[in-house]
């Protein structure tokens, strides 16, 4: 089933429920996110933060049967930001990566404006807001 089918967000989110449960109700994080099969753990100190990474890689290899890429294993102090799911997130903040915003300078139409409007505007200072704004109208003077 290829990466990124509807039925395989709908299978990995009814598979992962577990997981869920798991990290929610055992592991109690200070904060907990997935989407998909990606997820990020906030702990209060980097020890309680290792404990509870290995509780959660033995249940999801004993439990599910799974295992976590080694590559996208990573523990990283909040002050240094973290990219997840094309978006830096900080403390204080968060903000599209450049390679987002790469991605909407190329793939910008005006099928799309709405969408990658409001995904700019989400996570972006209003200097990167108007820079799309100058984008749309190009786009827009191009069919003129």
Same mark, same amino acid.
């Given at each position: 089933?290829?990466?990124?089918?509807?039925?395989?967000?709908?299978?990995?989110?009814?598979?992962?429920?577990?997981?869920?449960?798991?990290?929610?109700?055992?592991?109690?994080?200070?904060?907990?996110?997935?989407?998909?099969?990606?997820?990020?753990?906030i702990a209060k100190n980097h020890q309680e933060l290792k404990q509870n990474r290995n509780k959660i890689i033995k249940f999801i290899k004993d439990k599910l049967q799974l295992e976590i890429n080694v590559k996208n294993?990573?523990?990283?102090?909040?002050?240094?930001?973290?990219?997840?799911?094309?978006?830096? $997130?900080?403390?204080?903040?968060?903000?599209?990566?450049?390679? /987002?915003? *790469?991605? !909407?300078?190329?793939? =910008?139409?005006?099928?799309? $404006?709405?969408?990658?409007?409001?995904?700019?505007?989400?996570? /972006?200072? *209003?200097? !990167?807001?108007?820079? =799309?704004?100058?984008?749309?109208?190009?786009?827009?003077?191009?069919?003129?």
């Amino acid at each position: 089933m290829p990466i990124g089918n509807l039925t395989s967000q709908i299978f990995a989110n009814i598979y992962l429920n577990e997981l869920d449960r798991f990290v929610k109700h055992i592991i109690k994080p200070q904060s907990y996110i997935r989407y998909g099969d990606d997820f990020i753990i906030i702990a209060k100190n980097h020890q309680e933060l290792k404990q509870n990474r290995n509780k959660i890689i033995k249940f999801i290899k004993d439990k599910l049967q799974l295992e976590i890429n080694v590559k996208n294993d990573i523990i990283v102090k909040t002050r240094h930001g973290l990219k997840f799911l094309g978006v830096e $997130i900080f403390p204080k903040g968060r903000r599209l990566n450049k390679r /987002s915003r *790469k991605r !909407i300078r190329d793939r =910008l139409t005006l099928g799309n $404006i709405s969408s990658y409007s409001g995904l700019v505007k989400q996570h /972006s200072k *209003k200097k !990167i807001v108007k820079e =799309l704004n100058w984008m749309v109208l190009d786009k827009i003077n191009e069919l003129n």
